[in-house]
């Protein structure tokens, strides 16, 4: 009977807690070396700035790096900004970062957002002008021409041509709403229109752009969400690319390698 055997018969109680604080000692160190494996402990990387710079640059700079990358927002458009280009980041740039972290990349959206235009003519030029920014369109100017109907929209349009309502247009565009004047007076008094009755035509008007702006709105949040889901599809889809294309190599160096053992 050896010596550890021995020693064991006498004193059990302490040999069998000796090599259980050996086990945990044993088992806490294989735990601190999975960590520093899982949390890349130690390895910390610059981020580099990808900023103003087309997505696809910032992307290879950031692989080249040993980083990987997320798009975290692609559907606001920013005029100041070339399409497809990077706005910001998240981690900052020349901030030091663990390989393991993910950098979130804002992209410029690849178009300006395109709206139907709502109905404007016979309402006040001011509620017209405000529901358009409201909306989102950026150039929007006034102005008047002769009219009987005082400070009422007559006509409006885009890049100086005449467009029906509910037509998609871009945000971007210049939009000129055209009101009366009321410099016209038509003495013909079976012309003149009852106060109320005008009154009571603005409101119908002011109830249905309303409303249209609304549905507008909605089916232009489900247009961007619909866009949104289908670039992340398309970048996921873009992203499985290279694991396919490694599965594919494998699959070709075994075939080739049984094809060697039988030769």
């Given at each position: 009977m050896?010596?550890?055997?021995r020693l064991?018969?006498r004193h059990?109680?302490l040999v069998?807690?000796g090599?259980m604080v050996?086990a945990l000692v044993?088992?806490g160190y294989?735990a601190l ?6 949390t ?5 990387v ?6 103003n ?11 080249d ?6 798009i975290s927002d692609s559907t606001?458009?920013y005029?100041?900004y070339?399409?497809?280009t990077v ?13 393991i972290r993910i950098i979130?990349l804002?992209?410029?959206a690849?178009?300006a957002?395109i709206?139907?235009?709502?109905k404007l003519?016979d309402l006040?030029?001011r509620?017209?002008v405000a ?5 989102g369109y ?10 009987e ?5 007559l006509?409006v ?21 055209t ?5 016209i007076?038509?003495?013909?008094p ?5 106060p ?9 008007n ?9 549905e ?7 247009r961007a969400e619909?866009?949104?889901?289908e670039?992340?599809?398309q970048?996921?889809?873009?992203q499985q ?5 490694k599965?594919k190599?494998?699959d070709q160096d075994k ?6 053992k039988?030769n």
């Amino acid at each position: 009977m050896g010596g550890f055997d021995r020693l064991r018969d006498r004193h059990p109680i302490l040999v069998n807690s000796g090599l259980m604080v050996l086990a945990l000692v044993a088992l806490g160190y294989i735990a601190l070396l999975f960590i520093d494996v899982f949390t890349s402990h130690g390895q910390q990387v610059q981020v580099p700035d990808v900023r103003n710079l087309p997505l696809e640059k910032a992307i290879d700079i950031l692989e080249d790096a040993g980083l990987r990358w997320e798009i975290s927002d692609s559907t606001t458009f920013y005029e100041n900004y070339k399409p497809g280009t990077v706005i910001d980041q998240d981690p900052k740039a020349k901030s030091y970062i663990k390989k393991i972290r993910i950098i979130y990349l804002n992209v410029n959206a690849m178009h300006a957002p395109i709206i139907p235009l709502p109905k404007l003519v016979d309402l006040p030029g001011r509620q017209g002008v405000a529901m358009l920014k409201a909306m989102g369109y950026k150039h929007v100017i006034m102005d008047s021409i002769p009219s009987e109907m005082d400070g009422l929209i007559l006509q409006v349009t885009v890049d100086g041509h005449t467009v029906a309502p509910g037509r998609p247009v871009s945000v971007n565009s210049q939009i000129k709403i055209t009101v009366g004047d009321g410099s016209i007076v038509d003495l013909n008094p079976e012309q003149i229109i009852d106060p109320a009755i005008m009154d009571s035509i603005d409101e119908e008007n002011y109830l249905e752009a309303q409303k249209n702006y609304e549905e507008e709105m909605k089916a232009a949040q489900a247009r961007a969400e619909q866009e949104r889901r289908e670039q992340a599809a398309q970048e996921k889809k873009e992203q499985q690319k290279p694991d396919k294309e490694k599965d594919k190599k494998k699959d070709q160096d075994k075939k080739s390698d049984k094809d060697k053992k039988k030769n």
